[in-house]
């Protein structure tokens, strides 16, 4: 697929990132599959059977299925599955299609264009989603191929993680008053959690914790000073339960008490 223009893959609606039930089984097929469709395991355990074949699964494992195979799929119910599935066809002759199977060592840079290419349709209006999300699937395809050859890429940290983090950072900034945990948000960034805080004290330049208290702060100052909110309504707008609490965090980022702001 290296030489297939974005413009011919055909986009399904046949996609998502799922966390499988421990009773999940993914039935063996009574007919073939109809189209390519693109299988990655983010963690789990378990067995995918393709075209009879059995393959012990896990992080990293990934699978191009093509019309024709068939599958089916169990998994350990004490470690399910959590995969994301994308469904599509290509218009055209083909060369140079990506293996069934790879076990991918260096996931980040593909599981980055994974969550982005399900996020593109979270919103329906989204602009110029399908045009992206073409070339997302050339870009992976592309992926698949650089590491059948076994092409060196580098280990910097690439502008894809740099934008993983932001976006999480704008995320809390734009919801200051949501209980997030770190655990949340680095799954919304599609990275573990330990290595999460550390990324995102490197690019942010805070830790995960301080940066979410600071930005319910810096809320909190905006709406006592402008909203005309008191005290209490703007510390349980925030998520606070204790107004007091509230009071000393405040008072400790700001040196002020928020009667003083008000």
């Not at 011919?8 to 993914?26: M, N, Q």
């Not at 009879?52 to 494992?61: A, D, M, N, Q, Y």
């Not at 919103?123 to 092409?151: C, F, P, S």
Request: charged share 25%.
């Amino acid at each position: 697929m290296l030489n297939t223009p974005p413009s011919s893959f055909v986009l399904k609606r046949a996609f998502a990132k799922i966390v499988c039930e421990p009773g999940w089984k993914w039935q063996k097929r009574e007919k073939p599959l109809e189209n390519f469709d693109l299988f990655y395991v983010w963690s789990g355990e378990g067995t995918l059977v393709l075209n009879g074949r059995p393959t012990e699964i896990g992080k990293g494992s990934c699978f191009l299925f093509r019309p024709g195979d068939y599958t089916s799929a169990s998994h350990n119910p004490q470690k399910p599955l959590v995969l994301t599935y994308i469904h599509f066809d290509v218009n055209g002759p083909l060369e140079e299609i990506p293996a069934h199977y790879r076990k991918l060592e260096e996931t980040l840079d593909f599981e980055f264009m994974l969550s982005r290419y399900v996020r593109l349709f979270l919103n329906k209006d989204t602009y110029g989603a399908e045009e992206e999300a073409r070339l997302l699937l050339k870009q992976m395809m592309i992926y698949l191929l650089r590491e059948e050859r076994h092409v060196p890429v580098s280990q910097t940290v690439s502008h894809h993680l740099d934008e993983a983090i932001q976006e999480t950072a704008n995320y809390v900034l734009q919801h200051p008053g949501l209980p997030h945990r770190t655990k949340d948000l680095a799954a919304r960034a599609g990275l573990s959690p330990r290595y999460f805080s550390i990324k995102f004290k490197e690019i942010v330049g805070s830790p995960v914790q301080s940066y979410i208290i600071k930005c319910r702060i810096d809320r909190a100052r905006y709406l006592l000073l402008h909203a005309g909110m008191n005290v209490t309504e703007v510390a349980e707008a925030l998520g606070y339960r204790d107004i007091f609490f509230f009071s000393r965090q405040f008072k400790q980022y700001t040196g002020k008490s928020p009667s003083e702001i008000r």
